[in-house]
């Protein structure tokens, strides 16, 4: 332990304990910087460095929406929307509470509903008031706040989905659904078998899905899960499917084709499979990808929320996709077969969509050695491996920095964001990184 020792004067010396210096913030490179160090075949780029005033904490960053000719994500108390050209910001929308959550699917006219906080506390927080916002033209609309009675629909966390023109709401273990346009509730989503299903997860989309736990109990092999369409006009179900007892429906990969991922309970994430379902919501096939090496959602786990989010994965009309720390690859949704697959000893890879027949645009991220980029591969693995975009390595460090938290990816434009971002300026990161191919 250091202490001051007096001095003959009898005054205490300095102490000899050494300052511990102050962390620096990391320079976030400019838009011009990345693309003036371009070499021939790098794609051009665009860099967001967000400096909005934040808690100094790491606050989550949501959904990216792709609308026109814009990319837009709700970031703590506020919607912004960047054009996808060159970054710029084109209008931002203040919120008076935090964003809690937010559904992965906008209406076909542009329009999204984010859940808020009932405050700014960070712990002992509601997540119970909804917010429309027309995405297109950056004015938010209705706003109101979910109804609680105290049985079984508490708003600590909810879940949300838009598919058409209709919002689903699960808080705790009830749903209903709503208009987006005005805000009227239109339906409850029931319960079946009262007392013994409970809704807990909603997807939307083309199609609007419903997930239920069911026989929930001690004994987590007797319980199951139950997966239904609904109409989202009229709430009437369509079809039902039922997982084996001692199985829960996890991710869902896609709602048209129906797509997701099932796990069993008391061994969760390490044992699970791909589910296919065909019209009526009959099994198609059942894909086990463990042999091939592959990992639950690119090995990001479960760790609940949205249902529609499960990293490394994309579906395309017979072939789902799954990709990860090193490896790629596309399965066969009518076999079950593996039609491809690639593996890299220093890439972590993670399909993107679907790219006609069998083949998949994937993106390899960036790591500390290289830059990261987009890739096309298809039947033939590696033979087929067409470069289609080469990230340049001006901007590989705050590429790699991003860990792949979001992506979205329209007309050749890669978008991609961290996770989450943080108010202490020495942890400050981009917000928002994006690359395409250089006009000609």
């Not at 934040?54 to 912004?80: H, S």
């Not at 978008?415 to 395409?436: K, Q």
Request: aromatic share 6%.
């Amino acid at each position: 332990m250091a202490t001051n020792t007096p001095s003959p004067s009898g005054t205490p010396a300095p102490s000899r304990t050494a300052a511990v210096p102050t962390p620096q913030p990391k320079r976030i490179p400019t838009t011009e910087e990345i693309n003036a160090a371009r070499t021939p075949g790098d794609a051009t780029a665009w860099i967001v460095d967000d400096r909005t005033d934040l808690p100094r904490r790491n606050i989550k960053l949501y959904d990216l929406w792709i609308v026109g000719d814009t990319v837009v994500q709700a970031v703590y108390k506020r919607v912004v929307a960047h054009r996808l050209s060159d970054g710029a910001e084109v209008w931002s929308v203040p919120l008076p509470t935090p964003v809690c959550e937010t559904p992965v699917n906008p209406t076909p006219d542009g329009k999204i509903v984010v859940v808020l906080k009932s405050s700014e506390a960070q712990n002992g927080n509601k997540c119970n008031r909804l917010q429309m916002i027309d995405l297109k033209s950056g004015k938010a609309g209705w706003r109101k706040q979910l109804t609680e009675t105290g049985s079984m629909d508490g708003t600590i966390t909810v879940q949300s989905a838009v598919s058409g023109g209709t919002l689903a709401i699960v808080q705790s273990m009830k749903a209903a659904a709503y208009r987006v346009g005005d805000g009227a509730k239109l339906f409850d989503i029931p319960m079946e078998n009262p007392g013994k299903c409970y809704p807990a997860n909603v997807a939307g989309g083309a199609r609007l899905l419903v997930s239920s736990d069911c026989a929930i109990g001690v004994d987590r092999d007797k319980g199951y899960s139950q997966l239904r369409e609904i109409d989202p006009r009229t709430g009437k179900a369509l079809w039902r499917y039922r997982t084996q007892p001692g199985w829960k429906v996890g991710k869902m990969l896609s709602v048209a084709p129906v797509v997701f991922t099932t796990y069993r309970a008391v061994e969760s994430t390490e044992n699970w499979r791909v589910v296919a379902l065909g019209p009526g919501g009959k099994l198609r096939t059942t894909i086990d990808a463990r042999p091939k090496g592959f990992k639950y959602c690119a090995d990001a786990g479960d760790s609940g929320g949205n249902m529609q989010h499960c990293k490394g994965t994309a579906v395309g009309k017979d072939t789902v996709y799954l990709g990860g720390t090193d490896r790629v690859g596309g399965y066969d949704l009518t076999t079950g077969k593996l039609v491809w697959g690639v593996k890299s000893g220093d890439s972590t890879l993670y399909p993107l969509r679907a790219e006609g027949g069998a083949f998949a645009l994937v993106y390899e991220a960036a790591s500390s050695k290289r830059p990261g980029g987009v890739i096309r591969f298809g039947p033939g693995g590696v033979d087929t491996k067409k470069q289609v975009l080469q990230h340049p390595g001006s901007a590989r460090a705050t590429e790699s920095g991003m860990f792949v938290g979001n992506l979205a990816y329209a007309n050749g434009r890669i978008v991609i964001t961290p996770w989450g971002v943080n108010g202490d300026d020495a942890r400050h990161e981009a917000r928002m990184l994006s690359f395409a191919p250089e006009a000609r």
